[in-house]
């Protein structure tokens, strides 16, 4: 089935900083969603994105579409202690036959110091 | 709104042994799935429904039964516990219109000894 690779797969970073991270896939993407699950939670979802090229913000956070349909990124500003979690990427395929199948990354599980 | 629940939060199982995972949502969402999360392996989907009375199947079916009788509802049935299905389970709903944004529940967290 479809892939997705997701990097990194962890970060440690201090509070302030700001942070990437991206997914890429060797097909084309429909749809790029991005989600953030907190220990013992289910993830929530942050972001969605529909068209290439498409960049979309919620906050400190912002994510693009990429132009090739393969790849998405999120950026996360000024990172604060609450941006614990692991961060992950979901995609609708465009050959996935069914619309309601995700394909999901392996995870960013992100780190803040204080 | 609830959002989505699940049932139990934790549950521990002996091989061999049977039980249902519960799944509901109070959003009218036509479509529901549950997913397995294991450490390193992201979500992977197990069955899914887009409707009351059709159910298929993911990634990851076998060792696992569900059905589809009303909107809300949408149980995981485990017939016969194994250790390797030891794992976290989540069930998403998400309205037809927007298939992929799901929404998830909080997750029950199942070991088979």
């Known amino acids: 089935g479809q892939q997705l690779n997701q990097s990194p797969q962890s970060m440690f970073i201090q509070e302030g900083e700001d942070v990437s991270m991206n997914c890429t896939s060797s097909s084309i993407f429909n749809t790029w969603l991005w989600y953030k699950q907190e220990p013992g939670e289910g993830p929530v979802l942050l972001i969605a994105l529909y068209k290439a090229g498409e960049l979309t913000s919620n906050g400190r956070l912002t994510a693009q579409f990429g132009i090739t349909r393969k790849d998405s990124f999120l950026n996360i500003s000024a990172s604060i202690p609450s941006d614990v979690g692991i961060y992950f990427c979901a995609g609708q395929p465009r050959s996935g036959g069914s619309n309601y199948k995700l394909t999901f990354g392996k995870g960013t599980l992100l780190t803040v110091n204080p | 709104n609830a959002g989505v629940t699940q049932t139990p939060k934790f549950q521990v199982l002996k091989t061999g042994q049977s039980m249902t995972l519960q799944c509901a949502q109070d959003?009218?969402?036509?479509?529901m799935s549950w997913y397995r999360q294991d450490p390193g392996m992201g979500l992977r989907l197990i069955h899914y429904?887009?409707?009351?009375?059709?159910?298929d199947q993911g990634e990851v079916p076998n060792g696992y039964n569900v059905s589809r009788s009303t909107t809300e509802d949408f149980p995981l049935r485990l017939l016969s516990a194994a250790p390797s299905q030891t794992s976290v389970y989540f069930c998403?709903?998400?309205?037809?219109?927007?298939?992929?944004?799901?929404?998830f529940g909080p997750g029950t967290r199942l070991t088979v000894t």
């Open positions: 998403a709903s998400s309205y037809r219109g927007l298939n992929y944004e799901q929404y």
């Open positions: 959003m009218n969402h036509e479509y």
């Open positions: 429904s887009v409707g009351a009375g059709i159910t």
